[in-house]
């Protein structure tokens, strides 16, 4: 019984302090100016790139992929429904995964369509000459996710 009562408070644990946890940290983007910039040499290779912007204390996490199209799209690294777990997505193989209710998106797909209330929240981005641009206070506005 005390042996039962202990997994139960362990479990407890866990799970009460995986909510209030930082979001992981990636590579840290900032800006001195309105806009962040990361090279399109660095992002427009087919892969997922995860980013971190830092704001107020707070990690806003981001990714860049290239869609089956061939065009970058940006996301945050967090999605409609699961965004308070802080527990971001992970790549496996072609697809991009979500940590907290492992709902899968193919990373070739152009659009993700939103599966019940787990979507990768789109961010809007351009292109400037040989940069990928995303407006600082867009990210900035997107901590309330984080």
Known sequence: ???????VLAVAAILVGGCD?????????????????IALSEVADGE???YTYRHRGKRVNFLVRTDGAGRLQVHLDACYGCYRYRRGFFV????LVCRACRFRYAVEDEVWDYI??????P??????GDDLIIDR???ERAAQYF
């Open 1 to 7: 019984m005390i042996l039962r009562a202990r997994c």
């Open 21 to 37: 946890r930082l979001p992981p940290e990636h590579e840290i983007v900032d800006s001195g100016t309105q806009q962040v910039r």
């Open 123 to 128: 961010m809007h981005s351009a292109l400037d």
């Open 92 to 95: 496996e193989g072609t697809e």
């Open 137 to 139: 206070k867009r990210l």
């Open 116 to 121: 019940g209330a787990c979507a990768p929240i």
């Open 48 to 50: 997922v790139h995860f």
